[in-house]
Every structure is written in C-alpha cells, then in structure tokens.
T-cell receptor, first 114, second 114 residues
Framework: AQSVTQLDSHVSVSEGTPVLLRCNYSSSYSPSLFWYVQHPNKGLQLLLKYTSAATLVKGINGFEAEFKKSETSFHLTKPSAHMSDAAEYFCVVSASGGSYIPTFGRGTSLIVHP | DAGVTQSPTHLIKTRGQHVTLRCSPISGHKSVSWYQQVLGQGPQFIFQYYEKEERGRGNFPDRFSARQFPNYSSELNVNALLLGDSALYLC?????????????FGEGSRLTVL
C-alpha cells in the first residue's frame, strides 16, 4: 500500500522569497517520487523525479527536492519564487514491488504575491 | 513533436447518458493511462494500457471501461453517467510500463454531468 500527504493545501509567498511545499509519503516498497505542476486549464508537467539515485534532485525552473527516507518526506523547494510559479503542485509516489500505480497527493496551490 | 492530445476538450452530458473520451499518445509511447481529477483534488488513477492490454485498474466501478488501439491511441468510456462523474479526465502516455519514468499528460477533457 502507498499514500501521499501534502501537508499544505495553500502556500502563499512573495515574489523573490523561498518556496517550500511539503510532502510525506508511505510505501511498502522502494518508492519512485515525483513532483508535477499544473497551471490553470493545462495538463500536468513533470518538475522532477527521484528513483533511488541521488537524494537531492534538481528539476526544471530552479526547483529541487530532497528525499529523506528516515522522515518519509520529499519536500519541494525553490530559492526565489517567480510570479510564473503560481500553480497547483502535486506530489506523486509510484512503488516498485507493487503494481506501479501512481498515487497523487491532493495538491498544494502556490500563490505568489508581487 | 505533438504532445498528448485529448478530445473533446469540454462536454456536457445528462445523468444516465454515455460518454467516450479519446486520447492520442506521444509518438513512440506504448503506455496510456487515464485519470479522473475532481475539482480540488489530485488525479485518481482509472486505467493503464500497455501494448493494447490492460495493465492496471483503479478503484472505479464497471461503468468505466477503456481500450487501446493498434496505433496506441485509447478511448475511455463511461456508461450510466452520474453527477459525481463530473471531472477533468486526464490521459497520460509514457514509454515504460512501470510508471517510474515521466508521465506526459494531455490537457484533459472536462466533463460536466447535469
């Protein structure tokens, strides 16, 4: 069994300040973890993924995430928010040993103020 | 290269009717998955097809069915529509069967059931 919990439904930041979107997961197997972004009326786009290589993963648009097995966390960060980062962000787990069906979190809405 | 394309983009149906949604994957991708995204929630897995065979099924009633064609395009069918079926239906394609790689999403078909 696997699950994903995104700890904040909304995160509000000012442009130029750091972004932290929190994600905890549970999985009976070694997980693959992903962050996807969804802009209004658009499909989802992959930001980054972790698949048992380096625990610090760098993605597109300056985002990165750190896999912490001891804390079962995969938080998404960015040093400096841009207005164009305003969107819905989804944390996803897909575990080996099972059926590889991806499980999505409920999403975190990132609001960026000028 | 063309991305994942879905049709129709929007549609309105009444309770009890039937709907067919269509998806064309990225060229070369043999895996197609379908997701239901209810407003305010993350996508929920419905089906995965790989090489024209069903490889995974989510927790959805038998009113939901799908198939994949020799050219790897796919259809999602929903019978006896309920109000609760109103959602954004997303199609994703990938190269791998195991969902450890990137999923490429279309922009979705927004279904409204009245």
């Amino acid at each position: 069994a696997q699950s994903v919990t995104q700890l904040d439904s909304h995160v509000s930041v000012s442009e130029g300040t750091p972004v932290l979107l929190r994600c905890n997961y549970s999985s009976s197997y070694s997980p693959s973890l992903f962050w996807y972004v969804q802009h209004p009326n658009k499909g989802l786009q992959l930001l980054l993924k972790y698949t048992s290589a380096a625990t610090l993963v760098k993605g597109i648009n300056g985002f990165e995430a750190e896999f912490k097995k001891s804390e079962t966390s995969f938080h998404l960060t960015k040093p400096s928010a841009h207005m164009s980062d305003a969107a819905e962000y989804f944390c996803v787990v897909s575990a080996s040993g099972g059926s590889y069906i991806p499980t999505f979190g409920r999403g975190t809405s990132l609001i960026v103020h000028p | 290269d063309a991305g994942v394309t879905q049709s129709p983009t929007h549609l309105i149906k009444t309770r009890g009717q039937h709907v067919t949604l269509r998806c064309s994957p990225i060229s070369g991708h043999k895996s197609v998955s379908w997701y239901q995204q209810v407003l305010g929630q993350g996508p929920q897995f419905i089906f995965q097809y790989y090489e024209k065979e069903e490889r995974g099924r989510g927790n959805f009633p038998d009113r939901f069915s799908a198939r994949q064609f020799p050219n790897y395009s796919s259809e999602l069918n929903v019978n006896a529509l309920l109000l609760g079926d109103s959602a954004l239906y997303l199609c994703a394609s990938s190269q791998n069967i195991d969902n450890t790689g990137e999923l490429f999403f279309g922009e979705g078909s927004r279904l409204t059931v009245l």
